[in-house]
């Protein structure tokens, strides 16, 4: 389905409520809600929203990382696990 025929004024949703929540949910195709002309809100299936809420989780972590990194605060893996193995061993003394 081609964007153009996914934007859909706020007056369709209110009254084909409904059939609007099966195109979203079957075709996995979002849909933008306008008001006055303008895109207000964004119709998605839920598995499709999740997707994404989890992929931005995944790219938040990933620019955390890279910014520790670019700030130096990494180390090696070798020495990560040593650290640990170390300070398990302090606290079972």
């Known amino acids: 389905m081609k964007l153009s025929e996914r934007v859909k ?3 369709y949703l ?3 409520t409904a059939e609007a929540l099966r195109d979203v949910s079957v075709g996995r195709q979002a849909m933008i809600i306008t008001q006055h ?5 964004v119709l998605q299936d839920i ?11 995944m790219l938040k972590l990933l620019a955390i990382s890279s ?7 990494s180390k090696p893996a070798k020495k ?6 170390r300070k398990i061993k302090e606290s079972t003394r």
Do not use: L, V
Not at 37 to 41: F, N, P, T, Y
Not at 67 to 73: A, C, F, I, T, Y
Not at 80 to 85: C, N, Q, V
């Open 9 to 11: 004024p706020i007056s």
């Open 14 to 16: 209110k009254s084909h």
């Open 37 to 41: 002309g303008e895109a207000k809100a």
């Open 47 to 57: 598995d499709s929203y999740e997707r994404n809420q989890e992929s931005m989780a």
């Open 67 to 73: 910014k520790s990194k670019n700030e130096g605060r």
């Open 80 to 85: 990560a696990f040593s650290d640990i193995r």
